[in-house]
């Protein structure tokens, strides 16, 4: 115990530096070793094993060649450790190499273990993995990792494993940059975690194949956080995957403030949030004030899944881009566990779209209900493909959903549904306010399409002056072409089809053009919505007929042009008629 080893130079040898404790039970306590130069070890640079409080700080490792080799080696150090400010530089390696290998570390709560502000780079033609394996209470935080290999790549697995590992453990503001020719993996939290963090990291991936980043995947409790990161991903022709709160997760998760930028030829699984559990505290996720932008430039499926199977969600204030040249694309898929959740989905702008032969979903909510709010969002769905597009679906909505200004925009050669809302049954149902619903083009589809009436409550909604059938009823086989019929079959009284002026339609632009006339047909149009208070950019709106009338759409604003005039119908009316 209270050894220190400090400031020396040691070259070669199998292990620079080794100190083993004598068992988990005794444990060689308060040792430091900081400040050394080891240069060109051939198995270890520094090997601690069954060590207490250990500080392993400033070191230097540099290495070039061949055999496997492990950088900062420590298993079962416990307390308050310390493995900080250490630099590890690995040159033209050719064997397995493992630069952080750290095993069944335990801090505690009052004495947390640190792996902080450490500098990794290495340079090699083979598989490279940065370990923390089973371990509770330490902070990841501000390390730099630079990898270019081509071999398999764990620019960083933490994993935990079961239940006995993975609390407080917080992976923040770290730094990897990596270029393969191989597969990937980042693993913030792996498998059972509680209060697991993953925030303000940045993450530069560039390789020719799969890529995975692991934020928290599996058995999350206590509410996982991955906030605040930029992730920037090219994996040439292979698939991406990212994970949120994954898989047997409770709830009460968070995925705010995230830029993730991902390009590929292939598939791209997002799944922020995927919890697939029942959630005793049905705790509410979080998925808020993110900027997704997805780009398949092949046939790759894009999915964006944002609250898929979670028991209840919020979803606001996201910036979400998703593309692909032939594939199917999920611009947000979300989708409720159960019955008794309820979902916030405002504020977002969503814009998805491809080329070729598959199907477009902009906004896709299936089991949304019990007060469940879809308000203030601009989607845009584009396809080229002869598949389906679907601006915006809610279906199943036991409980009851508020859809209200929101400007929905669908363009498509294939069958094309600008709003998709299928309720089935006497617990399930949807009112519609305020919309701005435009549809353009389609082989087949509706503006509006339906299950039963009986479950539908429409008004106030401007239906685009679009193309193709305007409303269809399934359970009734009812087709209304026109407003004059909606009108004339009891629906939307106070309703119209105009052309809204948006400013860049097929480009997600839904703004009205104040300079349009046509934008008069969505200005003050609108009823008052209680708790409406804010567009879609937190510009003020009436709730109260005392404050005025709300525009439709997601946008308020305020013309800048002529009226278009009035059609006089019938053009020569009849006196005394």
């Known amino acids: 115990n209270n050894n220190i080893i400090r400031n020396n130079t040691i070259r070669t040898g199998s292990r620079s530096i080794y100190w083993e404790g004598s068992s988990t039970t005794s444990l060689s306590a308060d040792n430091e070793f900081s400040g050394n130069i080891l240069q060109d070890p051939y198995n270890y640079g520094i090997y601690t094993y069954y060590t207490e ?160 980043i692991y934020g928290g995947y599996q058995y999350m409790t206590g509410g996982m956080q991955m906030n605040d990161n930029v992730i920037k991903v090219n994996c040439g022709s292979g698939t991406f995957y990212l994970y949120g709160a994954y898989y047997y997760s409770e709830g009460g998760n968070k995925f705010k403030g995230n830029d993730v930028i991902v390009t590929t030829s292939g598939t791209i699984y997002h799944y922020p949030g995927y919890q697939n559990t029942a959630n005793p505290a049905n705790a509410t996720n979080q998925y808020n004030n993110n900027k997704i932008d997805l780009q398949s430039s092949g046939s790759g499926t894009v999915n964006n899944y944002l609250g898929a199977y979670d028991n209840s969600a919020d979803i606001m204030n996201n910036n979400i881009y998703c593309s692909s040249g032939t594939g199917t694309v999920y611009g947000i898929y979300t989708y409720g566990y159960n019955s008794t959740g309820k979902w916030n989905v405002s504020n977002n702008k969503i814009v998805a779209e491809n080329n070729g032969t598959g199907s477009v979903y902009a906004f896709y909510g299936v089991y949304l209900g019990n007060g469940t709010v879809i308000a203030n969002n601009s989607v845009t769905g584009v396809s080229g493909s002869t598949g389906y597009t679907v601006g915006l679906s809610c279906q199943y909505s036991n409980g009851g959903a508020d859809v209200y200004n929101n400007s929905v925009y669908t363009k498509s050669s294939g069958t094309n549904y600008t709003v998709y809302l299928y309720q089935s049954s006497g617990g399930q149902s949807v009112r519609l306010r305020n919309n701005v619903i435009r549809r353009v083009n389609g082989s087949g589809g509706y503006v509006a399409y339906c299950y039963n009436p009986s479950f539908h409550d429409f008004d106030y909604n401007n239906y685009g002056a679009s193309s193709g059938s305007l409303m269809y009823f399934a359970n009734l086989g009812l087709t209304y072409n026109n407003i004059a019929a909606v009108r004339a079959g009891g629906f939307d009284k106070n309703s119209l089809s105009f052309n809204p002026g948006f400013m860049d339609e097929d480009n997600g632009d839904l703004r009205p053009n104040p300079a349009s006339a046509n934008s008069w047909s969505v200005n003050g149009r609108g009823v008052q919505m209680a708790g409406n208070d804010k567009d879609i950019i937190g510009n003020a709106r009436a709730v109260t007929t005392s404050q005025g009338v709300p525009d439709l759409g997601a946008y308020e604003f305020t013309p800048t042009s002529t009226p278009p005039n009035c059609t006089l119908t019938p053009n020569f009316p009849t006196p005394n008629a």
């Open 53 to 212: 409080n250990m500080k392993m700080l400033k070191n230097t490792i540099t290495r070039t060649g061949a055999g496997t080799f492990y950088g900062f080696y420590a298993y079962y150090a416990d307390g308050a450790y310390k493995i900080d400010s250490n630099k590890y530089t690995g040159t033209a390696i050719t064997g397995s190499n493992y630069p952080l290998n750290i095993y069944y570390c335990d801090g505690t709560s009052t004495n947390r273990g640190s792996i902080t502000g450490n500098e990794i780079n290495v340079t090699s033609s083979t598989a490279v993995y940065n370990d923390i394996y089973y371990g509770n209470y330490y902070s990841l935080t501000g390390n730099k990792i630079t990898i270019n290999n081509q071999s398999t790549c764990y620019a960083l697995r933490n994993y935990t494993g079961s239940s006995s590992y993975g609390k407080d453990v917080y992976v923040n503001e770290n730094e990897i940059n990596v270029k393969s020719t191989s597969t990937v993996y980042v693993y913030g939290h792996y498998s059972y975690s509680d209060k697991a963090q993953f925030n303000k990291n940045k993450i530069d991936i560039t390789t020719t194949t799969t890529t995975y």
